[in-house]
């Protein structure tokens, strides 16, 4: 499949943030220590970029930030994107990426929800890239 220039961008501004949050890790050796939030953020900024470039390749430019909306989106050209792990990834990122914020207490942003996060981002990363026709970039 050749991708169109619009989805090229976005995939490469995912991969930037996985670029970012390897170098966050490769930083801080002792995971207790690395910016949690920050990793969450990443990780939630590639798979909604994913989803996003999924989208314009196939020509549609909804816009917004929920990682569910967007997977619904997507699903409505590919049933894949129902698979229940795709799913799960998505509610999880977004569930972590609310509690990054200071005030919200209801899960914490940590150093095994920092690394839940990633595995779900490189996950779902994974998944749009196979069916843009990429092939894996994560889990080879």
């Known amino acids: 499949m050749i ?11 995912a991969m930037d943030d996985c670029v970012v949050i390897d170098s966050l890790i490769a930083q801080v050796i002792n995971t207790r220590e690395r910016p949690h939030a920050q990793i969450i953020y990443h990780s939630e900024q590639a798979a909604e970029k994913m989803l996003k470039a999924f989208l314009l390749q196939h020509g549609i430019t909804g816009w917004g930030h929920n990682l569910n909306t967007l997977r619904l989106e997507c699903e409505k050209l590919d049933t894949d994107f129902n698979a229940k792990r795709i799913v799960d990834h998505c509610a999880l990122l977004t569930s972590l990426n609310e509690a990054r914020y200071p005030d919200f207490v209801a899960t914490p942003v940590d150093a ?4 839940r996060a990633y595995n ?5 990363y994974d998944f749009v890239s196979i069916r843009l026709g990429l092939g894996k970039e994560f889990y080879k």
């Open 3 to 13: 991708l169109n220039d619009a989805c090229k961008k976005w995939v490469k501004s």
């Open 112 to 115: 095994k929800n920092a690394d």
């Open 120 to 124: 779900s981002a490189k996950r779902i």
